[in-house]
């Protein structure tokens, strides 16, 4: 989903249609932006990944992503 929010969708839109979202609170969805920019922030620290050379820049950009996704959905500024 946070794909999904960079390329301009409404992000919390389709994940509330997704049939494993179904009856998932808001504040669910919020605590899991807030958590996930800390495991890519260590997962994205690690030594590079011989099977993905581009893996750890990818959850570097997850942090934002994230971040900016959980800042939209409260009008907070980034």
């Known amino acids: 989903m946070a794909t999904a929010f960079t390329d301009g969708h409404d992000a919390t839109t389709l994940f509330a249609a997704h049939p494993t979202a179904l009856e998932v609170a808001d504040a669910r969805l919020d605590a899991a932006l807030a958590a996930l920019p800390g495991f890519f922030s260590v997962s994205g620290a690690q030594p590079p990944a011989d099977w993905s ?16 996704w959980l800042s939209d959905r409260h009008s907070w500024s980034f």
């Open 53 to 68: 050379p581009h893996l750890r820049q990818h959850q570097t950009w997850c942090v934002e992503v994230t971040l900016r």
